[in-house]
């Protein structure tokens, strides 16, 4: 199916990564260290080469203070890529490896961008999360420093010594997570996330709770978004009910909020629920790439065409004249219909606006040549293919060049077989013959810029290398007959990454997106 190709073709980039056995064991690794008073405390799940322990002096608390950095695995040094930061609290607890790991699995399965993870270690959680002293919590009572500390001092330290792009998320659980309530209506704008795990929102006869019920109405929130995870057996003991009444009667227009409550958990275990649906929260919306199929093509004025969308189309918006889409355009379907030439852009919408994507397609009203009806000298069993070997930034002038080899696209012919994995280009040309007549798309699949593909001479597909090497698809509508086919290749750089050619569809299958090969009896070439 084309669904399958075009998603297969994105999710390349986790293979070897993490599968599902793999998680699961990281998952009940974790969990278990909440049992073992041994290593619930005090202890980082191992999770790589990639965090790395800093510290600064800090003149608002009076000491020097440790913090973990993770940088995405994918970061390297020189590059010009920014990412946001998630700040964890409680970082010397076992919520590094958490949150790392967890991040990790939101990011491999497309839900959340690469992440630059701070955990903020605690010597004295009393003394920087509590918000106010109480005698039988010692040392309780320095949250406003300690918040002063993290706007002041570490948030400017991460953004000069680390790729940050200044976007910033805030998480804590049960104390930490009460902190991240305080730092919201103290500091509404330090933050773009807010995520706060069963919080002791209890804390000093509901201190912090009585701050947000005065200030929240009047607080200048934009595009912020706060994700609270309670547990249905001590929503009122921990007073997330009483939270949940103060955001529904008084929460602005900027900020969004959501409660999830969990069944069956404890007050360890919903962190692990809590951080996964607390982070996709965070992000809702985000994608990492949008693709509609067709993307581009050739139709006709007097008949409609479809366009498919494969994933959750719910955050996305559509015009068909030109223009961006808003939150009021018409909603995105899995199939929607335009009635002829159009120039249709999709645009999603997510809690992170800097994650927002549009995408365009263009749709001329072209009248195709009439098919070929001589062809003699023509025989079917597959096209014609030449392969050159030869380094080159551009297409070639292949008239000056003798081909290494050539053959005909067969039922044995493969990319793979060829004698080079790299440095090489690719012509297959020869006629298509279409028993039907109707739309056609057609998918190209390339990782090199200047990969192109002709039909009847008209350049229908042309990649860019901007982001769009997973593959493209155009339509195409053609009579009964046949039809000059070309694709050019200049297979340069991406070792591992072949051309894919053949996917079609006709229009007896349009609706059922059952993408088919290009049958060898369909394909003529010169003998």
Avoid at 496 to 521: A, K, R
Wanted: aromatic content about 14%.
């Amino acid at each position: 199916m084309l669904k399958s190709y075009l998603i297969t073709s994105r999710l390349d980039f986790i293979k070897n990564k993490v599968t599902p056995a793999l998680f699961s064991l990281m998952l009940f690794i974790m969990i278990g260290s909440l049992n073992n008073p041994a290593t619930a405390q005090g202890t980082d799940i191992n999770i790589g080469e990639h965090g790395l322990l800093d510290s600064l002096h800090s003149s608002i608390l009076g000491q020097e203070r440790q913090f973990k950095v993770f940088l995405p695995p994918g970061y390297k040094p020189g590059s010009t890529e920014k990412y946001d930061v998630i700040y964890n609290l409680d970082g010397s607890d076992w919520n590094a490896g958490l949150i790392a790991q967890v991040h990790y699995f939101a990011e491999v399965q497309g839900f959340m961008p690469p992440t630059i993870i701070v955990s903020i270690i605690e010597p004295d959680r009393n003394a920087d999360l509590a918000p106010t002293h109480l005698d039988t919590w010692k040392n309780s009572g320095g949250a406003d420093k300690f918040l002063g500390f993290i706007k002041n001092e570490l948030i400017p330290y991460i953004n000069k010594q680390y790729p940050s792009n200044g976007d910033n998320t805030l998480w804590g659980h049960s104390l930490s997570g009460m902190f991240v309530l305080y730092a919201l209506v103290k500091e509404p704008m330090l933050f773009k996330s807010y995520i706060a795990l069963d919080p002791s929102v209890w804390w000093d006869n509901n201190y912090v709770l009585k701050i947000a019920a005065a200030k929240l109405p009047t607080l200048p929130f934009q595009n912020a978004t706060f994700f609270i995870a309670g547990r249905e057996s001590d929503m009122k003991d921990m007073k997330i009910d009483t939270l949940e009444t103060i955001l529904k009667n008084t929460a602005p227009a900027g900020l969004k909020w959501k409660l999830n409550i969990y069944e069956g958990e404890t007050h360890g275990s919903v962190g692990l629920k809590g951080t996964y649906d607390g982070l996709k929260f965070a992000y809702d919306g985000y994608i990492k790439n949008m693709y509609f199929s067709p993307m581009h093509g050739i139709v006709s004025k007097d008949k409609p065409f479809k366009l498919f969308y494969y994933e959750d189309p719910i955050h996305l918006r559509y015009t068909v004249d030109g223009t961006v889409p808003r939150m009021n355009s018409l909603k995105v379907q899995p199939e929607i219909t335009v009635n002829g030439p159009a120039k249709v852009t999709y645009k999603v919408f997510t809690n992170r606006s800097r994650y927002d994507k549009t995408m365009t397609g263009l749709f001329f009203d072209e009248e195709m040549p009439k098919p070929i009806s001589n062809i003699k000298g023509w025989q079917s069993g597959g096209f014609n293919y030449a392969y050159y070997e030869g380094t080159w930034n551009e297409w070639p002038d292949l008239t000056k060049l003798k081909p290494a080899k050539t053959g005909i696209t067969d039922n044995n012919f493969s990319i793979d077989k060829l004698p080079r994995k790299n440095q090489y280009a690719l012509t297959i040309d020869g006629l298509l013959e279409s028993k039907e007549v109707g739309y056609y798309i057609f998918t190209l699949g390339s990782g090199e810029k200047g990969t192109k593909l002709y039909i009847d001479n008209k350049l229908v597909i042309a990649f860019t290398g901007d982001g769009d090497d997973f593959g493209q698809t155009c339509i195409v509508p053609l009579s009964k007959g046949f039809y000059p086919f070309r694709i050019e290749y200049l297979h340069q750089k991406k070792e591992g990454y072949n051309l894919d050619w053949q996917q079609i569809l006709t229009p007896s299958i349009m609706e059922s997106q059952n993408t088919i090969l290009i049958p060898v009896n369909l394909q003529y070439g010169r003998r």
